[in-house]
């Protein structure tokens, strides 16, 4: 039987930290009305103590949705820890998402105390929001960089005080997917208690391979997958949770799955990019405006004859309507006959010839043939086609 993914959707968290991406509460409770529909099973809704708007914010998202857990993100303090206690208060399902750095790097100089100190911080803070909220995740910053054995430490102690989820992020996207994938493995089999509480990644995409750990880490042990909606968020953004979703569903031989309606994945990422005000790259995998499109010759005949050929996702999986077949001068015959079929004539071979040379022309001079380009060539007398 497959082993059932958790998917931690921090969109309205580390997603809305990029810059120019703020968005107020209304469009807060309709993305997170869209999340809750789509089926991820954790909502981070924000960083409460970080303004009064954040706050009220992530109350209202608390009070208006009722199946996915609801998540406010805190440091290591207990005005922070406070705060978001009270800002989940309306939650049916509320989590406190409590931390701090655990590497050197962040021990050292950005703490400026020792690893015995954040020892101490860590227990005293799970301790906190473990006497506001029964379930209570700890995320050990910059786990990436961090030594392993240490981390090791400080998630004994995380558990100890009650923390339910460990959180183990890859900050900085620096891990390579062996890399992650074994510090997830030397956890899941070194850490006292670790059978009390669920391993979760949350992977950066600095080096392009926050999707890649992501799948490393479940593969190890981790149970739950920190993302967000079109892969938006600090410096390169975050996992992209269309991409994690669709490994699992394509990928049934891994073991997993996840409770996500994929035929939502387009619209909620058109919604996400309109309230945020970020274009998501054609390129993109799954969500793109290029991910089911085909302008070589060559794949548009394999694609016109059995999808299959060159498309491992039906479009409709993911809510996309259908394939484009793009003419381009790159374009063969075949894609040209399919694309006047659609606009209403059956081209002859004979008549399919002629079109076709005067289709090249046009197309060594647009980047793109349009159904208004090929209308022109339809009409002149003397070319021989059927109306449909």
Known sequence: MATRIQIFDTTLRDGEQVPGCKLNTAQKIEIALALETLGVDVIE????????????????????????????????????????????????????????????????????????GILERAAAAVKLAKSFVEDVEFYAEDAGRADNEFLARVLEVAIKAGATVLNIPDTTGYCLPEQYGAKIKYLYENVKGIEKAILSTHCHNDLGLATANSIAGISNGARQIECTINGIGERAGNTALEEVVMILRQHADLGFVSGINTRLLNPISQLVSEKMGVVVQPNKAIVGGN?????????QDGVIKKRETYEIIDPLEVGVDHSQIVLTARSGRAALAYRAKNIGFN???????????????????????????????????????TAL
Do not use: W
């Not at 991910?291 to 794949?299: L, R, T, W």
């Open 291 to 299: 991910a089911f499109a085909h302008s070589s010759g060559i794949h």
């Open 45 to 116: 809704a924000g960083f409460p103590v970080s303004s009064p708007g954040d706050f009220e914010s992530v109350r209202a998202i608390a009070a208006a949705i009722k199946n996915p857990i609801i998540c406010g993100l805190s440091r290591a303090v207990e005005q922070d820890i406070r705060v978001a206690a009270e800002a989940l208060k309306p939650a049916l399902r509320p989590r406190i998402h409590t931390g701090i750095g655990v590497s050197e790097m962040h021990i050292r100089y950005k703490l400026c105390t020792t690893p015995e």
């Open 347 to 385: 081209l002859t071979k004979d008549a399919l010839d002629e079109v076709y040379a005067a289709f090249l022309i046009i197309a060594d001079r647009k980047k793109e043939v349009v159904d208004a380009d090929l209308l022109e060539l339809l009409k002149p007398v003397g070319i021989p086609v």
